[in-house]
């Protein structure tokens, strides 16, 4: 990520978080069609699940789109 962290919003920090998740969800995709073991095959798409729902909530997060994430007034 480009520029200084420390003066990113909590949505940039957040966007930044996904991209580097994105990268590893498809990195495990990629790793299952590499492998031919059945267990391993497993763990990785496990993980990649993981991550699905882990950027599902990060973007819901940075669109404000649940409650828990809405600011109070």
């Known amino acids: ?9 909590p949505q940039q920090h957040a966007q930044h978080i ?3 998740l994105q990268q590893a969800q498809q990195e495990c995709r990629a790793d299952i069609e590499r492998i031919q073991d059945p267990k ?7 993980v990649a699940e993981v991550i699905s729902g882990t950027r599902k909530a990060l973007n819901d997060y ?12």
Do not use: P, V, Y
Request: aromatic share 6%; net charge negative.
């Open 1 to 9: 990520m480009q520029g200084n962290e420390s003066h990113m919003t």
């Open 62 to 73: 940075q669109q404000g789109s649940e409650s828990i994430w809405q600011s109070e007034r």
């Open 18 to 20: 996904d991209q580097l």
């Open 40 to 46: 391993a095959q497993a763990l990785f798409e496990t």
